[in-house]
């Protein structure tokens, strides 16, 4: 069973940084894609960054574009997710997620089917 346990969130002002962390269990790690998700109270779930089983593809919304990196360290199981000059509108639950299938980057939310328990960011004005 994949158990994903996030961490790295917490209260920030406007303007700073936050780096999250993924920690994965299982040996097969390298060979899924990864992705980082957010949702609000009364809103779906949103795809905010997604990368490749090798590192060497990713993707992100727009509105992230820039200030956010996605990355892996496939020798330890995790993944990151480094947000800079948060915004107040970047206040939500984040999780991160393991694809179904292997040797993807995972666009889609219906690609993923393991879950963490989710990290809270609150960004202040």
């Known amino acids: 069973q994949v158990q994903l346990v996030e961490s790295g969130g917490g209260l920030v002002q406007a303007g700073g940084s936050l780096r999250l962390s993924c920690a994965a269990s299982g040996r097969t790690f390298g060979l899924y894609g990864m992705g980082w998700f957010r949702q609000t109270p009364g809103k779906e779930r949103e795809f905010v960054a997604a990368?490749?089983?090798?590192?060497?593809?990713?993707r992100y919304v727009d509105s992230v574009k820039g200030r956010f990196t996605i990355s892996r360290d496939n020798a330890k199981n995790t993944v990151y997710l480094q947000m800079n000059s948060l915004k107040t509108e970047d206040t939500a639950v984040y999780y991160c997620?393991?694809?179904?299938?292997?040797?993807?980057?995972?666009?889609?939310?219906?690609?993923?089917?393991?879950w963490g328990q989710g990290t809270q960011v609150t960004v202040s004005s």
């Open positions: 990368i490749s089983w090798n590192g060497r593809a990713t």
């Open positions: 997620a393991r694809t179904d299938s292997e040797l993807v980057l995972g666009l889609s939310r219906t690609e993923y089917g393991y």
